[in-house]
């Protein structure tokens, strides 16, 4: 819904939205009202362009929804900064007491279609096998 008050102040000047997820690719989740599924659509088809963070969005759009202009751009990660092997790596694992432990990251929004359930249901089948821990930070 913000979007859609950004586009009707944007006074014809070229408005760029950006879609996370599509309320029709995910219909299982009724976590949008109707009325906000057609505010994200009347924004999507004014917009001069719509970004997808994701290719099988981006063909979503495009085949189902009829949204003409949509680009995939990839959420970017900087593999130089974020990577396993960083200096000081050991000394966090030290602070949160996490020696000797295999460390699985989820980074995202804890929701139904982050598949947060599988997450937690595939920790459930191994934490009897593995030394393991939940950490949150």
């Not at 859609?4 to 299982?28: E, G, M, N, Q």
């Not at 759009?61 to 900064?81: A, M, Q, S, Y």
Request: hydrophobic content about 45%; glycine content about 4%; proline content about 4%.
């Amino acid at each position: 819904i913000p979007a859609f008050f950004a586009l009707k102040i944007s006074d014809k000047k070229p408005f760029v939205y950006t879609c996370h997820r599509s309320s029709w690719v995910s219909k299982k989740v009724p976590y949008k009202s109707k009325l906000a599924q057609r505010f994200e659509a009347y924004v999507m088809s004014r917009s001069s362009a719509v970004i997808a963070v994701s290719d099988t969005l981006r063909m979503s759009l495009i085949e189902k929804d009829g949204i003409e202009k949509v680009h995939f751009i990839p959420n970017g990660v900087n593999t130089r900064f974020f990577r396993p092997e960083i200096a000081g790596s050991e000394e966090l694992r030290i602070k949160l007491d996490l020696e000797g432990y295999i460390v699985i990251l989820f980074v995202g929004r804890i929701c139904y279609v982050k598949g947060i359930d599988i997450l937690i249901e595939a920790f459930n089948r191994i934490v009897h096998v593995l030394k393991s821990r939940i950490v949150s930070l």
